[in-house]
Each structure stands twice: as C-alpha cells, then as structure tokens.
C-alpha cells in the first residue's frame, strides 16, 4: 500500500515511542491520582450500588442453598445437604463483611462531594474524554475498512479459487493456535492451582451473565451464523446488511465483502472500474488511520488513565491484584508462553525475525491494550504489518477475520478461569471435564465478539458445559478489567503472525530486488 515514506523510516520508532510514553503517563498517572478522580467522578456511589446488589446477590443464594439443603434432607442425601448448609452459612458470613463495606464507602461521601467540586472533577472529564475519543474514532473506520479491504483483497487474487485455499488455510491456523492456547492454560492452571483459599466475598456476577448460562456451544456457533432470535443485525448473514454495518458486525460485513469481491471479479472489464474505485478508497481510509495515529499517544494516555481511576487507584487495584494474585500469575503466565509459541510459528513457519516483527507490530498491541478491544484495533493492526511488508490481499483477509473469530488468549483465559473457580469451590474435575473444557473453550471464542469483555459471556457456557455455577465469574470479576487488555493484545499478536504466515505462501510474490542477479 502506498502510505508516507517517513512512516517506513524514522516516522514509526518515533511513533511508537510517543504511543509508549503515552501508556506509560496514562499507567505513572492513574495510580497516582486514581482514588481522587474516582471520587470525582462519582466512583462512591457506583460502589455503593454494586455493593448493595452484591448483598442481594448473596441473600439470594443463601436461600437457594437453604432450599437445595432441604430437599436433599427429604431425599436422605445427608452429606449434600450438610454441604449445602455450609454453603448458607459461609455466604451470610460474606453478607456481614459487605454490610460493613457499604459503612466504610458511605462515610467517603461528604469527602467525595467536596472533590467534585473541586479542579479534579475537569481534569478527570478532559482524562476520560481523551480515551473516549480516541475510541470512538478507531470505531468509526472498522466497518469501511474491514469492507474495502476485504473486497480489495479478493479482488487482487487475480484467480478466485485461490480463495478457498487462502481461507482454509486462515482458519486451520486459527483453530490450532486457538487450541494450543487452551491446552497451555489448562496445564499451567493445573499445576498451579491458584483457586484455592480464595476469597470471594465481594463477588458479583450480572443478571445478563447469569440468563447466559442456558446456552450451548452449538447453540452459540448457530447464533453466530444466523444470530440471536429478534435481532435482525446478527450473525454472519443478518436480515439488513446496513443495519449490521451500524451495530458494528463485523462478521456479517466480512461475508458480504466476499461475495461482493468475489462477484466483481466475475464480471471483467465491466467490473474493473468499480474494482479500482475500492483499491483507491481502500488506501484514502489507510491515510485516514494514519492521521488518526497521531492522536493515538493522548488517547491512550486517557483510556489507561482513566480505566485505572475506575478500579480506585492505587490502592483498589492493589487490593484486587493481592486477592487473586495467583490467578493472575497464571493466567499471565500462560499468555507470555503463548506469545513465545506464537513468535516460534512466526519464525519457523513465516521466516520472519520474531523481534523485528513484534517491535513493528507495537502500535498495535499497545492500542490493543488499551482499548481491549481487537476490532478496535484492527485499523492500527492493519497499517503496521502492510508496513512490515505483509501484503494488502493477505492483510486485507487474513486481520478482519482474525479480529472477528481469532481470540487465542481469550480461549486461554476461559480455560483457567473455569477451572479456577472449580478449585474456588472446591469442585473436583476429572480428565473428562477437562477434555470438555479444552473443546468448548476453543470452540466458544470463536463466538466471543471483539469487544471489551466479551470472554465474560462466553466464559459462562464453558462452565456450563462441565456444570459449574456461573456465580462464580464474579470471583474474578474485579480484575478481569486489566487481564482483558492483556489477552486482547495476544489475540491481536495472534492476528498479525497469521497474516505473515499465509502471506509467505498465498501472497501475492515478490519483486525481485534491483541487486539480485
């Protein structure tokens, strides 16, 4: 792709050292000034309410255990029904701690009221305003340039039954990389065990979670295919196409490209103008993201900022990071060796320097930190591997899909994470459940749209599958926040090996250099 010269010199060192200084700033500032800006920001109160649906929430399954105590005792399962006493009693044991959390938080409020009043309350609006806007504009490209590229994509194939080759190949990588991931986190969080002796107390888990539960594996890849019942914009093939486009599906946007791109090369001359009418406007949304780039220190520096000040600072980061530290470990464990497989495959399999590769893609797993969110992303992602000469058919296929359907770390993290709160609860898991994990993991994060988070609600079906309660997701709830950033930016690392990996073998070839012989 044609793009500025400079960016391909001394343009993207610059640029990444301004998008890490911008991280850095956003990390050094959230924590130093964190707690006063979450109470200007009326962090108290979103405390408060949290805490007393949290309260309500254990009430809750108090009397569900009380019930299923009962009925146990009718039925002579005396040991269930001990267990399910025990369980009562430990959760009203929880209640009385939360209920002196709430005292604590509201004697914060006069305090709080005083800072909102305060010069904090504008510096913290101007902080959180940065990072929204920062979004919002990486959001406004994803649906043009997914669709541009894509259809400039299929259209430079030249023969198009190279296709199928390029898109069997795209997801046989998607899927083992996917599964590797969720066999390393279930080893790792075997044998480390971080599950137990964890407090989960302040647990809370959404009523939208919970009603997740009733969902199947096959049930969500259907959805993925034909959507959700009453909702006409899902799916990969929705009833209105700009609909979709406007709720930002991506999927269903990459499958009407390819059907576009795929009939406009059918066509011939009468199709050649259209076709460089999308190559032109495919390169004017690339000088676009590139402009954009250039807010790209200041918004992150607003998105990790102000992210930080929402967890409490400091000090409610700190809190939550001790709690299930072990957790974390584990699951940052398992991404870090993920990473190093993931840059094996790129060095045995794309013929590419791993540390070169990873430093050219840096703009991008850094924007995937902050905003957590691969398609987000995928403007940045799309730019730098185009200028670590991955080619524009390739990019434009290989990243939309990878953004959509490429979630390695997020596999990973449900793989720990289920059994993790089986150990909380002192569930025991066979080789069979296990087996079952590794299956649905794999399988549901290819559901999982890319969005902050989304591994929260595909989580709830892989604890399903092995019959685990999904209360248990607000264990982990807390700190989820920070680890969704992590895994988001191996899902884009993830992306971006794909995409030099099917570039060595179905990109278009390359020139030869002038000193060749």
């Known amino acids: 792709m044609t793009l500025q010269p400079e960016s391909k010199s001394g343009g993207r060192p610059t640029m990444l050292f301004a998008i890490l200084a911008g991280a850095v700033f956003g990390v050094v500032f959230g924590l ?295 957790f974390v470990v584990t699951v940052l464990g398992g991404l870090a060796i993920h990473l190093v497989v993931l840059s094996f495959v790129l060095w045995a399999v794309g013929r590419r320097n791993p540390f070169t590769y990873l430093c050219g893609v840096g703009q991008a797993l850094l924007t995937a930190f902050s905003t957590a969110s691969s398609s987000a992303t995928l403007p940045v992602t799309m730019e730098c591997v185009e200028e670590m000469d991955v080619s524009e058919e390739s990019s434009g296929f290989v990243l939309p899909l990878g953004a959509t359907i490429n979630m390695d770390g997020t596999a990973l993290y449900e793989a720990v994470a289920a059994i993790f709160i089986a150990q909380s609860a002192g569930i025991p898991l066979g080789l069979t459940a296990l087996v079952i994990i590794f299956l649905t993991a794999t399988l549901a994060a290819i559901g999982a749209p890319g969005i902050p988070e989304a591994g929260l609600v595909t989580l709830v079906i892989v604890l399903s599958a092995v019959h685990l309660p999904a209360a248990g997701i607000g264990t982990i709830l807390a700190i989820d926040w920070f680890l969704d950033r992590n895994r988001t930016a191996v899902n884009v690392f993830g992306d971006s090996v794909g995409a030099a990996v099917i570039d060595r073998y179905f990109g278009r070839p390359k020139p030869p250099s002038p000193t060749s012989p």
């Open 32 to 326: 130093s000034y964190g707690r006063t800006m979450w109470l200007a920001s009326g962090g108290v109160d979103q405390r408060l309410d949290r805490l007393r649906k949290t309260l309500e929430q254990k009430d809750q399954f108090a009397r569900q255990a009380d019930e299923q105590a009962e009925q146990a005792a009718s039925e002579g399962r005396r040991e269930e029904a001990e267990r399910q006493r025990r369980e009562a009693g430990r959760l009203r044991g929880h209640m009385v701690r939360i209920r002196e959390e709430i005292q604590r938080i509201e004697a914060l409020r006069a305090r709080a009221a005083a800072v909102e009043q305060s010069w904090v309350r504008p510096i913290w609006e101007l902080v959180n305003f940065c990072g929204v806007l920062f979004l919002r504009m990486l959001r406004l490209l994803v649906v043009p340039l997914v669709f541009t590229s894509m259809v400039y994509g299929i259209t430079s194939l030249g023969d198009i039954r190279r296709l199928g080759k390029l898109g069997s190949w795209t997801l046989v990588y998607y899927l083992v990389t996917a599964a590797a991931a969720v066999l390393i986190g279930i080893v790792l969080v075997c044998l480390i065990r971080p599950g137990h002796g964890t407090d989960d107390t302040f647990a809370y888990v959404a009523p939208e979670v919970l009603a997740k539960q009733e969902e199947t594996v096959l049930g969500t890849l259907l959805a993925v295919v034909a959507g959700s019942p009453g909702d006409p914009a899902g799916g990969m093939i929705p009833e209105n196409i700009l609909l979709a486009a406007s709720e930002t599906n991506v999927l269903a946007v990459i499958i009407f490209a390819l059907v576009f791109g795929g009939a406009l090369t059918t066509l011939g001359e009468r199709g050649r103008g259209i076709i460089h009418f999308f190559h032109a406007l495919n390169e004017a949304i690339m000088k676009i993201v590139h402009l954009v780039m250039l807010f790209a220190p200041v918004g992150i520096f607003g998105l990790i900022a102000a992210k930080i000040a929402e967890s409490g600072g400091a000090a409610g980061f700190y809190q939550e990071l001790v709690r299930l530290a072990w």
